[in-house]
């Protein structure tokens, strides 16, 4: 016979049609007490998406860490089998300590994350009552469809304000910032750092094109690698871009990676025949044969894949030795 567990300092809240209660319970308990049905395991009544172990994990070294702070609910379903039971003159709630005692509508990598960690926290959930398999997956869709999620241009701009930031990703803000400021820049007033703006490179998009770059780099620092990339954007430009009327592609999201792809390719040639002399003009000796050899279509109409266009400019490119 498994034991009742009883919580109080609940609150009663009515939504519309729907009443739940809001408590804290240990994150022991629920770990315990909680179960999801995802939609590979039961394609008749589950709903939910696989499990990511990893962010689970994650989770788990987060809260173990001792700086772990997971303020928000988790949301239950209480089902039949856990005899819940709210107690209003007390504004407690209480139910069976058993293994599915509710089913998670929101939350369940944080309640494995719980499971996995080593610290036990108090927790805040939300809890529905007499709620039918319909309203579970509705409650879980709306939940997952209403909700928008942080940009992820927003959480890259502010982590060095939360001192989150690791070496690369200090360098690729260093980077960004420098193109974002100086005068010069062929990228001035064609970034945003924390929004998706049309016709603007955004700090992600950035982060991911220039990020494989960083061992091509070495040992240079923000501002000497600024003067070479920059450097190359415009030699891309004025030899590949211009001539065929397709500059505002340079801030295609497809494009600009495939253009920073080309970047290391380029650059040995250029290394090969004037040294480590990466001016405008040295690029643009191999910048003008390959504009004047690609398929302007390749830049104007491009798929979202990026990899088939650097392809294509570097074969552009090697033209040059056959012919």
Same mark, same amino acid.
């Given at each position: ?111 494995? !994350? ?34 928008? !999620? ?88 004025? !030899? ?20 920073? !792809? ?62």
């Amino acid at each position: 016979m498994s034991d009742k567990v009883s919580y109080g300092s609940v609150s009663l809240v009515r939504q519309g049609d729907y009443r739940f209660y809001s408590f804290t319970m240990p994150s022991d308990v629920l770990a315990e007490t909680c179960f999801v049905v995802n939609r590979d395991e039961d394609p008749i009544e589950g709903f939910q998406r696989e499990l990511d172990k990893k962010r689970a994990a994650e989770i788990a070294n987060y809260i173990d860490s001792g700086l772990g702070t997971i303020p928000s609910s988790i949301v239950l379903s209480a089902q039949e089998d856990s005899d819940f039971y709210y107690d209003s003159k007390r504004k407690s709630v209480s139910f069976l300590s058993i293994n599915k005692a509710f089913l998670i509508i929101d939350g369940q990598h944080r309640v494995y !994350g719980f499971k996995l960690a080593k610290t036990a926290l108090r927790i805040p959930v939300v809890v529905y009552e007499n709620l039918s398999k319909r309203d579970e997956s509705r409650l879980f869709i709306d939940i997952n469809s209403k909700q928008k !999620g942080v940009p992820t241009e927003l959480l890259l701009d502010i982590k060095k304000m939360a001192e989150y930031e690791n070496d690369t990703e200090q360098y690729l803000r260093e980077l960004f910032d420098t193109f974002s400021t100086e005068n010069d820049s062929v990228l001035y007033n064609r970034l945003s750092a924390s929004k998706r703006e049309k016709g603007k490179i955004t700090r992600s998009v950035f982060n991911t094109a220039v990020k494989p770059l960083v061992k091509v780099f070495g040992n240079k620092n923000s501002d000497e690698i600024y003067e070479i990339f920059n450097s190359y954007l415009i030699a891309f430009n004025e !030899g590949v871009l211009v001539p065929h009327k397709l500059e505002e592609q340079a801030f295609n999201t497809t494009v600009f990676k495939a253009i920073s !792809g080309f970047f290391p390719i380029i650059t040995a040639r250029v290394k090969d025949r004037f040294g480590a002399i990466y001016s405008v003009d040295n690029y643009y000796e191999f910048t003008e044969i390959t504009g004047q050899r690609i398929k302007p279509a390749k830049l104007a109409t491009p798929t979202n894949a990026y990899k088939p266009i650097v392809d294509h400019l570097e074969e552009s490119l090697k033209q040059e030795f056959t012919l």
